[in-house]
Structure formats: C-alpha cells, structure tokens
C-alpha cells in the first residue's frame, strides 16, 4: 500500500490538560536506517503521554512530537539495513514517539511480530509493557522463581501486566488496588494476595501474608510517603523500583533503614535508553516473555477502544484513576 504524503496526528499545542490535545495534519514520515513504515492499526495510552502533554516529558532532540509510546501495524516500507521480507507483516512496537497517527516509524530492532493469538487492540496495548516491565521487575528488581513482590496499582495497565509476568516467572504476588471490586480480577491474574489500599494497611498486609520476613521486591508507581512504607515491607536484601510517582517525586526515607537490611533502589524511564539498549531488552523479551503471550498466559487487559480523533477523553479516562486496564486508540 503506498501511504499518502499527509496525515491526521495528535500532539499538544501547549502544555496543559486534555484539552490541549489537537489533530493536526503532518506529513507521513520515512523511514531512515534500521526503521519500517508502520500502517498503525492501534496505538496504546500510556500516562508518560499524559506527562508529555503536561510539559513534564519531552521527546528527545530530532524526535518527533506526536504522541504515542506504543503501536501495532502492518509494515508498509522499510528503512536501509531492514529486510525487505517484513514488508506487509504486523508488528508491535516500542515507538519514540508518534502512535497517535495512521502511520508511524518504529525501529525494526524494537518490534516484534504480532502472534496471530492477539488481536491488534491487544498488540497495540502491549509494547511498553513489556519493556517496561521486563527491565524494572526482571532486569533492575532481580525478581527470581519464590520469590515475592508486591505491585502498586495492580489495576493499571502496567500492574495487570507485571501481576501476569511475575507469576509465570514463579513469584508470589500481592497487588494492590483503590477499589475492592477488582481485588478478584487480580486474584485471578494470578496475584497470591490482594489489598484494597484504601481500606486495608498494605504494609500490615504484606508482613501478614509474608509471616513477617517482608517482600523481596516493590514495584511501586506511587512515590511520596509511599516510598517509606514500601521499605517497611521490604525482606533483608529487599530491592525496591520506582517506575512514577503519582504522588510527588520528593521521598523522605531512613538510611538507617536502608544500612541494616541492605535494601537497594532502583528506577528507570523507557525513553531515555538508547536503541542499543532497547533492542538488547526486545531480544530478552523476544526470548522469555513472547512465547507466553503467544499461549495466552500473558495478555494485557483492554479497557476501552476509541477513536484517534477523541484522544483527549482517553487522557481524561486514565487521568481519572477509574480505568482497570489499557486505553487503545484505534486511528483507522
């Protein structure tokens, strides 16, 4: 399929709330070395979206400033240094940016070939996930067979899917949720132990289920005073990540405490990396985690398909706390 010269594509006209969401028209880009054309069938919301939006985030120098972190589509023309066989395959990808258009460039060393078990709304969800969970959990938190981790906001979109990889890789999970409705949907993800944060002491919770020995690893998107009360539940050797801080990047925390159980802390952002990087991690995942995704025992869990053209409710829905799940836009 021969793309057009122009396209529709979302972008933030100022720094601000959803509002300041707008489709404007751009042109359909090249690819360049080690890149393919993608046809994009769905497009994944990711709240790093969110905070480009707010000014918070930036794309890096030369990169394009359409939104989307994420993408699945169907390959239409290819860089130099990219086999030619990839043309009209669906992929998945890890993007820059620029999911938030009918096309979009992805680095072919980034993307994976979309098992046939996943439908394109799933393939879209999936990308900055799995690196994001693949690095934070496996690579910096060290997570191993018996081990236990709890995960903050099990009910989002990179909870759901860490609950799943934790579990296939052997570990025990306890999640977290802001409402009791979902602690059974998580239960059934496969985490041991779920706790509605608002109404139960997560780290009495934790030391509880664990017979007081304490986790092993947190993976935690809160930030805040959560930081203290997540080193509460940490087990001696315990390694905690922060993968956001929804409630303020400014922690207070005990060296003290840190010293004597020789606690670790990690942290990360996926955009930062370089492609290098990023395609060591898409080898990993390549290896470990697409095989499962292809059985089925790891599937991202879609809230709701919408529009291209009503991105901004979609930034509205995340923003609200309310969705269990992904957000996917749909721009064909």
């Known amino acids: 399929m021969t793309p057009p010269s122009t396209m529709q594509a979302v972008i933030a006209v100022r720094p601000g709330d959803a509002d300041v969401l707008a489709l404007v028209e751009r042109p359909v880009p090249a690819p360049g070395p080690g890149e393919v054309l993608l046809r994009v069938r769905a497009a994944g919301?990711?709240?790093?979206?969110?905070?480009?939006?707010?000014?918070?985030?930036?794309?890096?120098?030369?990169?394009?400033?359409?939104?989307?972190?994420?993408?699945?589509?169907?390959v239409v023309a290819c860089g130099p240094g990219v086999p030619e066989a990839l043309l009209g395959k669906r992929l998945m990808s890890l993007l820059p940016g620029g999911g938030y258009a009918p096309w979009c460039l992805a680095r072919a060393d980034h993307s994976f070939a979309v098992p046939d078990t996943l439908e394109d709304a799933a393939a879209g969800a999936l990308p900055e996930g799995l690196f994001t969970v693949w690095h934070n959990l496996f690579e910096l938190g060290g997570l191993r067979m018996g081990e236990t981790v709890l995960i903050h906001g099990?009910?989002?979109?990179?909870?759901?899917l860490a609950i799943q990889m934790a579990r296939a890789a052997g570990a025990r999970v306890i999640a977290t949720a802001g409402r009791s409705d979902r602690l059974p949907a998580l239960r059934e993800m496969g985490a041991s132990e779920a706790i509605c944060y608002r109404d139960t002491d997560?780290?009495?919770?934790?030391?509880?289920?664990?017979?007081?020995?304490?986790?092993?690893?947190?993976?935690?998107?809160?930030?805040?005073d959560y930081v203290g009360r997540n080193l509460q539940t940490l087990?001696?050797?315990?390694?905690?990540?922060?993968?956001?801080?929804?409630?303020?990047?400014?922690?207070?925390?005990?060296?003290?405490?840190?010293?004597?159980?020789?606690?670790?802390?990690?942290?990360?952002?996926?955009?930062?990396?370089?492609?290098?990087?990023?395609?060591?991690?898409?080898?990993?995942?390549?290896?470990?985690?697409?095989?499962?995704?292809?059985?089925?025992?790891?599937?991202?869990?879609?809230?709701?398909?919408?529009?291209?053209?009503?991105?901004?409710?979609?930034?509205?829905?995340l923003e609200g706390g309310e969705v269990f799940g992904k957000i996917v836009l749909l721009p064909l």
């Open 235 to 317: 087990a001696f050797g315990g390694r905690h990540v922060s993968l956001s801080f929804l409630q303020g990047s400014s922690v207070t925390i005990d060296l003290l405490t840190l010293m004597q159980k020789q606690l670790s802390l990690h942290s990360s952002t996926m955009r930062p990396q370089t492609d290098a990087e990023k395609a060591r991690m898409a080898a990993a995942i390549a290896r470990h985690v697409l095989p499962l995704v292809a059985d089925g025992r790891i599937r991202p869990r879609v809230r709701e398909t919408l529009p291209l053209a009503q991105a901004a409710r979609a930034h509205r829905l």
């Open 154 to 160: 099990g009910a989002g979109g990179i909870g759901t």
């Open 202 to 224: 997560f780290v009495a919770a934790c030391l509880d289920y664990t017979r007081g020995q304490g986790v092993d690893v947190v993976l935690d998107m809160v930030g805040g």
């Open 45 to 74: 919301v990711n709240r790093p979206d969110i905070m480009q939006r707010q000014g918070i985030a930036k794309p890096a120098a030369g990169m394009t400033d359409v939104l989307g972190l994420e993408a699945c589509g169907d």
